[in-house]
């Protein structure tokens, strides 16, 4: 999942992270803006067939938050 990830970074982005899963999403490094981070939130929710609500969003800090997320919404 990890590696989707990535790959979703990167198309988001424009340029190759390397991201674990205790990456910090608000980090100088990803430039992740607002805006990006809306358009990674959609990414996910394609790749994943998943629906975050607005209310989860903002509970994400770390890459690990997304991942739990979409773990508990996949099974």
Same mark, same amino acid.
């Not at 100088?28 to 998943?50: G, T, V």
């Not at 607005?54 to 773990?71: A, R, Y």
């Given at each position: 999942?990890?590696?989707?990830? *990535?790959?979703?970074?990167? %198309? ?7 991201? @674990?899963?205790? @990456?910090?999403?608000?980090? $100088? %490094? ?8 809306? *358009? ?17 969003? $903002?509970?994400? $800090? @770390? ?8 773990? $508990?919404? @996949? *099974?």
């Amino acid at each position: 999942m990890l590696e989707r990830l *990535q790959e979703l970074f990167k %198309d988001i982005t424009g340029k190759e992270i390397e991201i @674990t899963p205790n @990456t910090k999403l608000k980090n $100088k %490094d990803l430039a992740i803006s607002s805006y990006s981070l809306i *358009q990674l939130i959609c990414a996910i929710e394609d790749e994943f067939d998943i629906e975050i609500p607005n209310s989860q969003i $903002k509970k994400f $800090k @770390t890459v690990k938050d997304v991942i739990s997320f979409i773990e $508990k919404e @996949t *099974q």
